[in-house]
C-alpha cells in the first residue's frame, strides 16, 4: 500500500481512537425556546428542504469521509447502502487519490452503483484544476461537488500541500463547472471576510464544517512524529461561531462539524443553516463493524426530528429559521468581541 492509501486507513483508525461521543461542544451553549401551544399536529411537520434544485425528504446528510482503499471501500458501500434507503445526499471523501492511480476508483464509483439516483457529491482540495475537477464528477457521476480548504491540516501533515493560490482556480471552477460547488472547511469552521470573499468569486454553497467534533489538528498530529502540536489543537471557529457570523451573508450555509443528534441540526437550521452534514456520529458505528446500529440512529433521527420541530411549533425547516434562540455567556461574548474586532 502506497503512503496515500496508508494515510487514508491512518485517518480512519485515528478518528476512532480520538471519538467521544459525550464530546461536549458549542451546540450546548444554545437554547431554543419552547412553544407549548404550537397549534399543529405531528402529522402536520414537514422536515424537507429543496436546496441544489432538489427537494430533499430529510435536511441532513452523509458529508465527506473516505474513499481510496479497501476498508474505505466498504464503508463508502454501507454509507451509499443507508443513503439510498433514507433518500439522504452523501458527499464521498477526497478523490484525489483516484485521480492518480486508477485502480482505486472502485472505491468511489461504488457509491454510484449502489445508489443509482441519489444525490452525491464528489469531493477534490480546492487546489484542483478544472480537468481534474471534471474527473472527480465523471467518476461518480455526481450531481454536486466539494471543494475542501484544509490549510492547517496540509501544513501540520509532512507531506502535505505548502501552496494555497485558490482564489483564481475557485473562480474559475464556478465559472465553468454547471453542477452546484459547494466550498467546505473540515472541521475548523470559516470566517465572515473568508465567506465573503467566496461569495465574490462566484460561491453559491459554503459548508461552515466547524470545530466541535472530528478534530483534524489531532488526528494529522499523531501521524507527525517528529513535532508535538497539541498546542494548536483547539485551533478554528466553532460550528455554531461559524454560523452566527456568517448568517447575515446571502449565500447558502450548510452546517457540519460536531452534529451529534437531532437537537444539533435543529439548532444549526435556527442559526441559518439550509441542510446538515453528518460524519464523524455516522463512521463511528460503521467502524465499530455495526451497520445496523447506523440504520437504526438514522431511523431513530427521522422520527426525532419533527417531534423537537413540533416542541418548538414550527412545521418547516424555513420557519426553524426564525426560532428564537438564548446564547450563553461564552457565546454572547463571542459576538461581542467579533461584532468589536471587525
Ligand atoms: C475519517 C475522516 C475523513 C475525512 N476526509 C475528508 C475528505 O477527504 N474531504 C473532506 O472534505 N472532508 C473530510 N472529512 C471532514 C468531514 O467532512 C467534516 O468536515 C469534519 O469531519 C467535521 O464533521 P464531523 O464533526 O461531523 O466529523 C473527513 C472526516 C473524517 C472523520
Redesign the pocket.
Known sequence: MNRSAQR?NE??S??EKNYNLQQKNDFDEIRLVPDLIPELGLKDIKPKIKIFNREFPHSFFI?????GTAKAKEINQQLATLAQKYDLAM??????IALKEKDTRDTFEIVRKINPHGFIIA???ANQDISQVKDAIAMIDANAI???L?SPQELINRDGDRNFLLSNNISKICEQISKPVII????FGISYDNVKRLQNLGVKYV?V??K?????IK?ENQQNFSHNLDYLNDWGLS?VESLLINRKIPINLIA?????NPLDIIKSHALGAKMV???????HPLIKKNPEKLDQLISEWIEEIPKIMLMLGKSSIDQLYKTQTILSVKISNFLNSWDKSF
Open positions: 487514508k485517518h480512519l485515528l478518528f458529508n465527506a469521509i473516505t474513499g458527499a464521498v471523501g477526497s478523490q484525489k469531493n477534490l482540495n466539494q471543494l475542501h484544509n467546505k472547511s473540515v472541521g459548508d464544517s466547524g466541535g467534533g472530528t478534530n483534524f488526528i460550528t457540519s462539524g460536531g452534529i451529534r452534514g453528518v460524519s464523524g456520529t455516522f463512521l
